[in-house]
């Protein structure tokens, strides 16, 4: 179970389960209450399962490719590492997936076909970030993908399966999930910049450097915080949607993290606060919707 935990890797999940938190709140306060419940559970469920399905396809693909070396400062690989037999990873891979196909088959039951392609689409995305014959996380294009998954397509996507129709308040409201989630991804990449280039890697850090990817970081960090600002002066939602700037002091800590530290402990720390900023954030942003 100890080994499994850390294949799964469980500091990214608030990744796969802030999107599904805000795109629900939004629902609540269009409609007074939550329409479907199931489909709220079955949302969750398969969010999970695919970062879970995809950080397992990761594992596995990194260590196939030798990206995934004794001097990455980032935690141990269960590939990579000798932990666990690749074909065993990979058969956990599949059941992950399988799990997040089983919740998505009630989700397109009672919301539509569409969600069926949002789901493929979904897995897909997951497995070709680092697997298949050109996989796009080598090519720079991670972040990108991150911001449109765990952003636009989970928070509208969890909007969608309650209410069958989209609004412009819940694209919005994907903004900012979408740019911390890609954030985490961006100092993940700077803290293993140098084994990436090595093994052929060009994340985006990899082509911009160290320094450009701290720049981009902190724009993610501003476009983020401005967003509910911008909803309030839309009159969208009430002042209860600036709830999510009381988290500011912890993506200033980040972000002068990013930019002065360069050793493996310090940036291992910053990706997991990384992630409690990206939880601690879409909660507020979720209270701040559900109070207005």
Do not use: C
């Amino acid at each position: 179970m100890r080994i499994w935990l850390m294949a799964a890797r469980p500091r990214t999940l608030p990744a796969a389960i802030a999107p599904v938190l805000v795109g629900t709140a939004a629902v609540v306060e269009d409609a007074g209450d939550l329409p479907r419940v199931g489909a709220f559970a079955a949302a969750l469920i398969g969010s999970i399962f695919i970062q879970i399905g995809t950080n397992l396809s990761n594992d596995y693909s990194d260590a196939r490719r030798g990206a995934d070396t004794d001097d990455r400062l980032g935690p141990l690989r269960v590939t990579a590492g000798g932990l666990v037999p690749p074909r065993r990873v990979l058969a956990w891979t599949y059941l992950a997936f399988a799990i997040a196909l089983a919740a998505g088959a009630y989700l397109v039951a009672v919301a539509g076909i569409e969600l069926l392609f949002v789901g493929l689409a979904s897995i897909a995305a997951g497995v070709l970030y680092t697997g298949g014959p050109r996989p796009y996380g080598y090519a720079g294009l991670g972040e990108l993908f991150v911001f449109l998954f765990f952003g636009v397509v989970a928070v509208v996507g969890s909007y969608f399966v309650q209410t069958e129709s989209y609004t412009w308040q819940a694209f919005a409201l994907s903004v900012p999930v979408g740019m911390l989630a890609a954030a985490i991804l961006v100092i993940n990449n700077v803290r293993d910049v140098d084994t990436d280039r090595r093994a052929g890697k060009h994340t985006l850090a990899v082509r911009l450097g160290r320094e450009r990817a701290a720049v981009l970081f902190d724009a993610m960090l501003v476009i983020a915080y401005l967003t509910p600002p911008a909803l309030l002066a839309a009159r969208a939602l009430s002042p209860w949607i600036l709830l999510p700037l009381l988290s500011a002091p912890i993506a200033l800590r980040l972000a002068t993290t990013l930019r002065d530290r360069r050793d493996g402990p310090a940036l291992n720390r910053a990706l997991a606060h990384a992630g409690l900023l990206l939880g601690g954030y879409s909660l507020l942003l979720t209270v701040g919707v559900l109070l207005s």
